[in-house]
C-alpha cells in the first residue's frame, strides 16, 4: 500500500476512531464504575504506570451495579417506556399529517413542485431551537391558540397545553413533519401514474385504488420517514424541557439532569448505554429499508 | 393524474400553515412595541436596537459564527476524503467498521454524542472551550458531509477518472482536475449542510462547552427558559430570514446550473 493511500484511508479513520469510537468505549466503562466523590467523580481510574497489576486491579473493580440500579428504579425503566412511547404516538401522528403533504406535493402542477420543496425545506434549514420556541408563544396559557379558541367560543377558559405531554406532541410533529414529508414525496414523485390509470380502467375506485397501489409502492418511503422522525424523537432533549412539564419522562432528559444535576456520571453512563441498546433495533431496521431500497433502484 | 384536486389544495394549505404559522407569528411580534409578548402594542423595531445593544448576544454569536466556520470546514476535508475512501477506497483492513462509523454518528441521539465526548475530553485532560466545540461539531458533521458527496461519487462515470490517468495524470491530479470539479456540487452542499448543523446544535455544544465558551444556541436555550421574549423574537426573525434568503439563493443558482448543463448538452449533441 503506497503512502498516499494510506493517508487517505488513516486521516478520517482515526479521526473517527479517536473521536467516536473511543468516547464510546469511555461511556461504557463509566457506566461500569462507582460513582466517588472525587475529580473525576468515578472509580476506579485506569492507572497505566502500574502495568498489567494495575489493569488486573482496575477490571477486578467494575460491575453492572448501575445496571441493577436502573432497573429497580421505577424512574428509569418508566422513562425508556414513556419515551417509547411518546415516539411512536409522535411518528404516528407526523404520518398522518406528512403523508397528505407529501401526496399532494406529488399531485400538485409540475411547475409548482420545486416552490413546494423549497417550502419544505426552509423549515428544516431554519434552526431547531428557534421553531421549538415559536411553539411557547402559541400554546401558552394567554397564547395565540387559546386567544383563538376563546375567540370562536370553542372554550370558555383557556386550556393548559405548555408543559404537558400534550405539547410535547405538538413540538415534535412540528419539528420533525418535514423529515416524513421528503422521503414519501421521493418516492410518490417516482410512482407510475399508468399503474393508477390501469386499476382505474379494469374497475378500482379511486380510493381502492390508492389504497391497493399507491400506498403499496410508497411503503419504502413510509418506513424511512417513520424511522427519521422515530428515532431522533426517542433520545429528544430539547422538546421535552422546553414544551414539556416537570412530569414529562423523557430518557434524553433524564440523562441530562443524571449528569448536569446529580452528577452522577456513571449512571448517566448507564442510561445511555441502554438508550444505545434500544436504538440499535430501529437503526438496523431502517438501514436495511434503505438497502432494499438502494438494490430496487438499481 | 397531475391537477390540483379540492383533497390535495386542502391538505396542502393546512399543511403548509401548520409548518409556516408559528415561525409568521414569531416574525410579526419581534415588531411588538409592546414588552407583553401576547398583546400588540403598536409597530416598532426597537427590539432590534436592543438586541445589537446586547453584549452577551454579540459574543455568543460570534463564538457560533468562529466555531461553524472551523468546524465545517475541517467536517469539508475530512468527510470528502472519507467518502471517498468509502466510494473508490476498495479493500482495506476495518472496512466495514470505517463505513459504520461514518453512518453511525447520523443516528446518535444527540445526548449521548454529548456525553461521550465530554468524557473524552475530561480523561485526556482537555480544557473545554472553543476548541472542543469546533472538535464536536467537525466529528458528527463529517459524516453527513461524506454521505452527500459519497452519493454524487457514487453516481458519476468513472471511465473519465481513468482517461485523466491512462492521459498521465497522477491520481492526485486527475483528482484535482477531474473529480473534484465533478462532486464540487456536492462538497458545497455538504459545506453548507455542516455550517447548519454547526449553527444549530445546542445539545452536543452545552455538553463539550466550558464556561469560556457560549454559543447563541446555549444563550438562547438559556433564555427561552425564562419565557418568551421579544428580544429572542428579534434575533430569531433574523436568522430565519438569513436562512431564507440563503436558501432560495441556494434554489436558484443550481437550477440555473441545471440549465445552463442541459444547454451544453444540447449543443454538444447539435456539433457533435
Known amino acids: 500500500m503506497n503512502l498516499r493511500r494510506f493517508s487517505l484511508i488513516a486521516v478520517p479513520y482515526f479521526w473517527l476512531l479517536a473521536l467516536f469510537l473511543v468516547p464510546f468505549l469511555i461511556v461504557f466503562k463509566i457506566s461500569l464504575s462507582d460513582i466517588a466523590?472525587?475529580?473525576?467523580?468515578?472509580?476506579?481510574?485506569?492507572?497505566?504506570?502500574?502495568?498489567?497489576?494495575?489493569?488486573?486491579?482496575?477490571?477486578?473493580?467494575?460491575?453492572?451495579?448501575?445496571?441493577?440500579?436502573?432497573?429497580?428504579?421505577?424512574?428509569?425503566?418508566?422513562?425508556?417506556?414513556?419515551?417509547?412511547?411518546?415516539?411512536?404516538?409522535?411518528?404516528?401522528?407526523?404520518?398522518?399529517?406528512?403523508?397528505?403533504?407529501?401526496?399532494?406535493?406529488?399531485?400538485?402542477?409540475?411547475?409548482?413542485?420545486?416552490?413546494?420543496?423549497l417550502l419544505v425545506i426552509l423549515p428544516f434549514w431554519t434552526s431547531f431551537l428557534i421553531r421549538v420556541y415559536s411553539l411557547i408563544g402559541i400554546l401558552s396559557q394567554e397564547g395565540m391558540l387559546n386567544q383563538f379558541l376563546m375567540w370562536t367560543g370553542i372554550i370558555n377558559d383557556p386550556l393548559t397545553i405548555l408543559n404537558t405531554n400534550i405539547a410535547v406532541y405538538i413540538g415534535i410533529v412540528y419539528t420533525y413533519c418535514p423529515f416524513m414529508i421528503l422521503p414519501i414525496y421521493a418516492t410518490l414523485?417516482?410512482?407510475?401514474?399508468?399503474?393508477?390509470?390501469?386499476?382505474?380502467?379494469?374497475?378500482?375506485?379511486?380510493?381502492?385504488?390508492?389504497?391497493?397501489?399507491?400506498?403499496?409502492?410508497?411503503?419504502?418511503?413510509?418506513?424511512?420517514?417513520?424511522?427519521?422522525?422515530?428515532?431522533?424523537?426517542?433520545?429528544?432533549?430539547?422538546?421535552?424541557?422546553?414544551?414539556?412539564?416537570?412530569?414529562?419522562?423523557?430518557?434524553?432528559?433524564?440523562?441530562?439532569?443524571?449528569?448536569?444535576?446529580?452528577?452522577?456520571?456513571?449512571?448517566?453512563?448507564?442510561?445511555?448505554?441502554?438508550?444505545?441498546?434500544?436504538?440499535?433495533?430501529?437503526?438496523?431496521?431502517?438501514?436495511?429499508?434503505?438497502?432494499?431500497?438502494?438494490?430496487?433502484?438499481? | 393524474m397531475r391537477r390540483l384536486t379540492w383533497f390535495n389544495a386542502t391538505s396542502l394549505t393546512l399543511g403548509f400553515a401548520f409548518l409556516y404559522i408559528p415561525m409568521i407569528i414569531v416574525i410579526i411580534y419581534s415588531f411588538n412595541e409592546s414588552k407583553l409578548v401576547t398583546v400588540w402594542g403598536g409597530f416598532s423595531t426597537k427590539w432590534y436596537g436592543e438586541l445589537f445593544q446586547n453584549e452577551a448576544f454579540l459574543d455568543a454569536a460570534w463564538v457560533t459564527f468562529k466555531v461553524a466556520l472551523a468546524s465545517s470546514l475541517i467536517?469539508?476535508?475530512?468527510?470528502?476524503?472519507?467518502?471517498?475512501?468509502?466510494?473508490?477506497?476498495?479493500?482495506?483492513?476495518?472496512?466495514?467498521?470505517?463505513?459504520?462509523?461514518?453512518?453511525?454518528p447520523l443516528v446518535m441521539p444527540e445526548v449521548i454524542t454529548g456525553l461521550s465526548l465530554l468524557l473524552l475530553f475530561i480523561s485526556i485532560g482537555l480544557d473545554r472551550g472553543m476548541f472542543t466545540i469546533v472538535l464536536a461539531h467537525a466529528t458528527f458533521s463529517m459524516c453527513y458531509v461524506s454521505v452527500v458527496v459519497s452519493s454524487r461519487l457514487v453516481s458519476f462515470d468513472r471511465s473519465v477518472e481513468e482517461a485523466a490517468l491512462d492521459l498521465g495524470c497522477t491520481p492526485f491530479e486527475a483528482f484535482r482536475l477531474v473529480t473534484l470539479p465533478i462532486i464540487a456540487p456536492a462538497v458545497i452542499s455538504g459545506w453548507l449542510l455542516a455550517l447548519?448543523?454547526?449553527?444549530?446544535?445546542?445539545?452536543?455544544?452545552?455538553?463539550?462547552?466550558?464556561?469560556?465558551?457560549?454559543?447563541?444556541?446555549?444563550?438562547?436555550?438559556?433564555?427561552?427558559?425564562?419565557?418568551?421574549?421579544?428580544?429572542?423574537?428579534?434575533?430569531?426573525?433574523?436568522?430565519?430570514?438569513?436562512?431564507?434568503?440563503?436558501?432560495?439563493?441556494?434554489?436558484?443558482?443550481?437550477?440555473?446550473?441545471?440549465?445552463?448543463?442541459?444547454?451544453?448538452?444540447?449543443?454538444?449533441?447539435?456539433?457533435?
Open chain 1, 189 to 298: 414523485t417516482k410512482l407510475d401514474g399508468s399503474l393508477l390509470e390501469a386499476a382505474e380502467d379494469l374497475g378500482c375506485s379511486r380510493t381502492e385504488a390508492f389504497w391497493r397501489i399507491t400506498v403499496p409502492l410508497s411503503k419504502a418511503g413510509i418506513i424511512a420517514g417513520c424511522f427519521l422522525v422515530f428515532i431522533p424523537a426517542l433520545g429528544e432533549f430539547v422538546i421535552p424541557s422546553l414544551l414539556g412539564g416537570s412530569d414529562t419522562l423523557m430518557i434524553g432528559k433524564v440523562l441530562y439532569e443524571e449528569f448536569f444535576a446529580n452528577r452522577d456520571w456513571p449512571v448517566a453512563g448507564a442510561v445511555a448505554v441502554i438508550l444505545l441498546l434500544i436504538l440499535i433495533i430501529p437503526i438496523v431496521l431502517y438501514q436495511r429499508n434503505e438497502q432494499k431500497q438502494m438494490e430496487a433502484e438499481a
Open chain 2, 196 to 272: 447548519t448543523l454547526s449553527l444549530d446544535d445546542l445539545v452536543i455544544a452545552s455538553f463539550v462547552a466550558g464556561p469560556s465558551a457560549t454559543t447563541l444556541p446555549i444563550k438562547v436555550f438559556s433564555s427561552i427558559r425564562l419565557g418568551v421574549s421579544p428580544e429572542i423574537n428579534a434575533l430569531s426573525t433574523i436568522l430565519i430570514m438569513i436562512v431564507t434568503i440563503g436558501t432560495i439563493a441556494a434554489s436558484l443558482t443550481t437550477k440555473r446550473a441545471v440549465m445552463r448543463r442541459q444547454r451544453e448538452e444540447r449543443m454538444a449533441e447539435q456539433t457533435g
Open chain 1, 37 to 117: 466523590l472525587a475529580i473525576p467523580p468515578y472509580t476506579p481510574t485506569l492507572e497505566l504506570s502500574e502495568g498489567w497489576a494495575g489493569f488486573r486491579d482496575f477490571a477486578s473493580q467494575l460491575d453492572f451495579e448501575n445496571f441493577e440500579f436502573l432497573a429497580t428504579d421505577d424512574l428509569y425503566w418508566k422513562s425508556y417506556l414513556s419515551s417509547l412511547k411518546i415516539a411512536l404516538i409522535s411518528t404516528f401522528f407526523c404520518l398522518l399529517i406528512g403523508f397528505p403533504i407529501a401526496y399532494g406535493m406529488a399531485n400538485a402542477p409540475k411547475e409548482w413542485q420545486p416552490t413546494l420543496m
Open chain 2, 75 to 104: 467536517a469539508t476535508v475530512l468527510g470528502t476524503m472519507g467518502a471517498y475512501v468509502l466510494v473508490r477506497g476498495g479493500r482495506f483492513y476495518g472496512r466495514t467498521l470505517f463505513s459504520g462509523m461514518i453512518y453511525a
